[in-house]
């Protein structure tokens, strides 16, 4: 759980506090803090001066935008067909020995979350996962361990 | 058959132009020379729909509102397309450049790209080119900006009032229709909502006239299409060809030799099986595609396939029409059981009738073309779906 402390009042004085600046405030809080809390959600309603749940109501809609408790960094795995065909199921196993949790869940240290989604549109260099914003493709579980480690140095 | 063609690739999307020429000249013209030069060329809107993008425009500029919109969809969320990702990472300008053509044609000061939170990376340098463009207007004289939106992961933000309704902050339950966005889209204002290929398309209308691009594709599918390619071929990729060309064309170029079924359009689109190659045509005449080509190869199970796609749409309905939540749903679960051998191979009859009553029943595009996949791979590949 983190502290959500001025972020809100930034995020609305920078895009505005008309409904439609919903979404941009949302998305801000997420790429902080990787997830919403209630307790944001209920300060951006505040700020907006709108029901808590209309921000939740749009908030639970997207599914960049979690309600649940994740990782510094959130992996996702395109599991659409393609990289389905291509070797999604081994590069899901890669991850799973490697950070130690099943898809769904989130390490204790908090820092991976690992999550599968549908079409990223990496087909054609599949098979392909997000890691917050940035896509890595045409995987094989050696890439993965190399991404993987990357990412626990930092 | 005369509307075939033969494959002939095109480079007209991906061409470095200069865009200030182009719109230097779109904006010595008036908005109903623009408008008649884009109905002239025939195009179909690139999205998957086809709509004429010159009726849209036409439709557009007749709204009297003083303040009206242009989007841009880049919200490419089909299973097996990728080529607006590549169109906005290397010709950014000829997107912009298109939705500022747009804006004289129907009288709009406000653009806005609705870009997939997928593709949240490429931001900073669309961005830093929208900067350069803006300045490049500016000295031609526009009186017109864009700006982006963000989506955050969700497929049915791509149906045109769902977006609207996202970029105002809300969830992306599509709308009733009527009203179209011609009269009332985002914000409530008229506003023409184009894809990204279409955009790029109107640019090379301009710069070349109609009557030049006319002379590709046929008479239903007038010019050339970008296609993302991926699957059991062995070039992968993204690929500008003239339409016109059959299944079996197509597949004799991006085959890998074994191909038994191609799926056109992706997870909404149609399925076509080997028997059916030569006869079907890729184009709004046969089967429509928003660019997504999937080649599969005898070693797949259309089984998987099905399954892959409906799982993907039970996930993707935004729940707000029953038709489409419990359909989706009931499909998913129908073929498990089939394939399970809990109920007879007949149960399939059953499920393509909800297939069809979704068609019908359901509130968007979302739901009435689930039916699309469902009825052509049950059909063409019913043992794989049972066995």
Not at chain 2, 38 to 51: E, H, M, N, P, Q
Not at chain 2, 339 to 353: M, R
Request: aromatic residues 10%; hydrophobic residues 35%.
């Amino acid at each position: 759980m983190y502290q959500v402390g001025n972020l809100v009042k930034e995020l609305t004085d920078k895009h505005g506090r008309a409904r439609e600046n919903l979404m941009p405030i949302l998305q801000g809080i997420v790429e902080k803090h990787n997830y919403l809390t209630d307790e944001a959600m209920v300060e951006v309603a505040k700020e907006l001066e709108i029901s808590a749940a209309e921000v939740y109501g749009t908030a639970s809609f997207y599914s960049f935008l979690d309600t649940k408790v994740r990782g510094k960094y959130v992996i996702r795995i395109c599991k659409t067909i393609t990289c389905s065909m291509k070797g999604k199921a081994e590069i899901i196993q890669t991850l799973e020995d490697m950070l130690k949790i099943k898809v769904g869940e989130t390490t204790s240290d908090k820092m991976f979350s690992l999550l599968e989604t549908n079409c990223i549109g990496w087909c054609h260099k599949a098979p392909a996962i997000l890691i917050n914003e940035i896509p890595y493709t045409e995987l094989t579980p050696e890439k993965v361990v190399e991404i993987i480690k990357s990412y626990m140095q930092k | 058959m005369e509307n075939i063609k033969g494959l002939t690739k095109v480079d007209l999307i991906f061409e470095k132009i200069s865009p200030k020429e182009v719109l230097t000249k779109a904006y010595s013209m008036k908005s109903e020379e623009i408008i008649q030069q884009i109905l002239d060329s025939g195009l179909k809107g690139r999205g998957g729909a086809g709509f004429p993008t010159g009726l849209k425009w036409k439709y557009a500029a007749a709204g009297k509102d003083s303040e009206k919109y242009i989007v841009c969809n880049a919200d490419e969320g089909e299973p097996g397309t990728f080529k607006d990702r590549e169109i906005l990472d290397r010709v950014s300008y000829k997107v912009y450049g298109g939705m500022a053509i747009a804006s004289r044609a129907i009288g709009a000061k406000k653009g806005i790209v609705y870009l997939r939170g997928e593709y949240r990376f490429l931001l900073p340098q669309l961005m830093k080119e929208l900067e350069s463009f803006h300045n490049m207007i500016d000295e031609i004289g526009y009186d017109f900006r864009i700006r982006y939106c963000m989506g955050s992961g969700a497929y049915i933000c791509g149906e045109e009032s769902a977006l609207f309704e996202s970029i105002q902050g809300d969830r992306g339950e599509p709308r009733n229709k009527p009203p179209y966005p011609t009269t009332s889209g985002v914000f409530y204002k008229p506003t023409s909502i184009n894809n990204v290929e279409t955009l790029v398309t109107v640019v090379m209308i301009i710069k070349h006239g109609a009557e030049k691009y006319n002379l590709l594709g046929t008479k239903d599918s007038r010019g050339s299409k970008v296609f993302s390619i991926s699957g059991d071929t062995p070039t992968p990729g993204i690929f500008e060809l003239e339409l016109g060309m059959t299944v079996q064309q197509f597949v004799n170029e991006f085959g890998d030799g074994d191909t038994k079924a191609v799926q056109v359009g992706g997870a909404s689109g149609f399925c076509v099986p080997r028997k059916k190659f030569n006869e079907t045509i890729i184009g709004f005449e046969g089967v429509p595609t928003g660019g997504s080509m999937k080649l599969f190869n005898s070693s797949r199970s259309m089984y998987n396939v099905l399954h892959n796609y409906l799982d993907f749409f039970a996930e993707e309905s935004c729940g707000q029409c029953t038709p489409c939540r419990v359909g989706c749903q009931q499909l998913l679960k129908g073929v498990e059981k089939v394939k399970k051998g809990d109920v007879k191979s007949t149960y399939l009859n059953e499920l393509v009738k909800l297939a069809d009553t979704m068609k019908v029943a359901s509130k968007c595009g979302l739901g009435q073309s689930v039916g699309n996949a469902f009825r052509t791979i049950v059909e063409n590949f019913r043992e794989e779906i049972i066995y």
